[in-house]
């Protein structure tokens, strides 16, 4: 039996709908590196509901499908769209804290994600180890109800100008070299942070 891959109405609906949105919307291209312009793009396309695209309705997202996601990428990059501030947090941390956060992190740290408020840096890379995230060694050692984190990150894009670190961290050396990885949501104005 042969697969139909046209688009079904309601796809091509939505995909007109996208595309006379950029036609009004798109901002005149500028710097990639102008913050206030790239907050108030982030901002414009979560207002119109193209932001979070994969994120349920209930914590801000977009709720779109698979194919729906496809379509606003294809047209996002059709018109060479510029990218959002928080493309790490919409991408990875805000989905993460979906999943495995608690209600009270979901309520303080998804709204800031896609408004652009707070901005994220993601911290997974380490000189001695590069991207091979399983040898990682930046330490945290829980004390009370803190964690003391040591150890240094390298290509970390926008640590400079984010307001929060989502850091990738040896919490445990038993086990597999997988097996004592966490991820911590460090505010990167915490004392000791050095950010060269």
């Known amino acids: 039996m042969p ?8 796809e091509e609906t939505f995909r007109a709908r996208v595309r006379g949105w950029l036609a009004e919307n798109l901002p ?11 907050r108030a ?25 698979p194919m729906e996601q496809a379509i606003l990428n294809e047209e996002l990059t059709r018109v060479r769209a510029p990218q959002v501030v928080n493309a790490m947090a ?3 941390v805000g989905p993460a804290i979906i999943r495995y956060g608690t209600d009270a992190q979901k309520r303080r740290f998804i709204p800031p994600i896609l408004t652009a408020d707070e901005i994220w840096a993601t911290g997974y890379s ?3 180890s590069g991207s091979d995230m399983a040898a990682a060694k930046t330490r945290a050692v829980r004390d009370g109800d803190d964690y003391v984190v040591n150890g240094q990150k390298v290509w970390t894009t926008l640590a400079h100008i984010s307001d929060w670190f989502f ?8 086990g597999t070299k997988w097996g004592g990885l966490s991820v911590l949501l460090m505010d990167m104005r915490s004392r000791g942070i050095d950010i060269r």
Request: a negative charge.
């Open 3 to 10: 697969m139909d891959l046209s688009y079904t109405p309601a």
């Open 28 to 38: 005149e291209t500028g710097s990639p590196r102008d913050l206030a312009a790239m």
């Open 41 to 65: 793009w982030q901002r414009k396309l979560h207002a119109a509901g193209f932001l979070g695209a994969a994120w349920p309705k209930e914590y801000g997202g977009a709720g779109l499908s």
């Open 90 to 92: 919409i991408w990875w």
């Open 126 to 128: 380490e000189p001695s």
């Open 167 to 174: 850091v990738l961290v040896r919490t445990s050396t038993d």
